[in-house]
């Protein structure tokens, strides 16, 4: 069964100070690996997909990087807006369905 | 582009009624569309697959019964929650795969469902 670590569970940041969040998976081979931002009461936003290990993706602030066990999602120089709950997601071969991690919750104080 | 709508955003019923939430995407077709729920501070729980043109496939404990899943078009999927009950009340999101960009899932903007 495809497994989706996400870590920390919050992170409180000061507008500037950069970060890393985590996401472990375990997956029977992956497809593609997943990040969306989620706002409180709103759908996942799309965000990026990393296909394999050494792949980097960059949007804004906001980095991804993958590995054959873990993603990380940089986020650069914060700004109040970037706080919301960003999801990582596994996606096997030959299979549409994502798995989701529980998510961090980013709060970025001015 | 990959704009996925859902209506309506928030309803409340009565216990016993049943609600129908719609899935629309509104600028590219979708021949797999996801149905999710979320409770509060939680992740994202897959409930059903749904191709057009064919049954959903559910996810393990989820009511075929109780969650009834339509997809009649390449731009549409339905949900209707049958006889409601108040344990249903919660958050139903779905996505869209892009067709040619099959990994891709775009999500709505979801549902809040309250049941009385």
């Known amino acids: 069964e495809d497994q989706v670590t996400q870590s920390p569970e919050a992170l409180r940041l000061q507008e500037g100070e950069s970060s890393s969040l985590n996401c472990s998976y375990t997956?029977?081979?992956?497809?593609?690996l997943f990040w969306y931002r989620q706002d409180p009461g709103k759908g996942p936003e799309f965000l990026f997909t990393?296909?394999?290990a050494g792949e980097e993706k960059e949007k804004e602030r906001l980095k991804a990087t993958l590995t054959k066990k873990e993603s990380f999602l940089h986020i650069t120089a914060p700004k109040p807006e970037d706080s919301a709950t960003y999801l990582c997601?596994?996606?096997?071969?030959?299979?549409?369905?994502?798995?989701f991690g529980a998510g961090t919750t980013v709060t970025v104080r001015a | 582009g990959a704009v996925v709508s859902q209506h309506p955003s928030r309803v409340i019923c009565k216990s016993g009624t049943s609600v129908k939430i719609e899935c629309r995407s509104l600028d590219f077709q979708a021949t797999t569309m996801f149905w999710y729920r979320q409770f509060p501070k939680k992740s994202l729980m897959l409930m059903a697959t749904?191709?057009?043109?064919?049954?959903?496939?559910?996810e393990q404990g989820v009511e075929k019964d109780k969650f009834l899943i339509n997809h009649a078009s390449l731009t549409l999927s339905t949900l209707t929650v049958t006889s409601a009950h108040p344990e249903d009340s919660s958050f139903y999101i779905c996505?869209?795969?892009?067709?040619?960009?099959?990994?891709?899932?775009?999500f709505g903007p979801g549902t809040r469902l309250t049941v009385l």
């Open positions: 996505s869209a795969a892009l067709s040619g960009r099959g990994n891709e899932q775009f």
């Open positions: 997601a596994v996606q096997a071969p030959n299979d549409y369905k994502l798995s």
């Open positions: 997956v029977s081979g992956l497809r593609g």
């Open positions: 990393l296909y394999s």
């Open positions: 749904s191709n057009e043109g064919s049954k959903a496939t559910y």
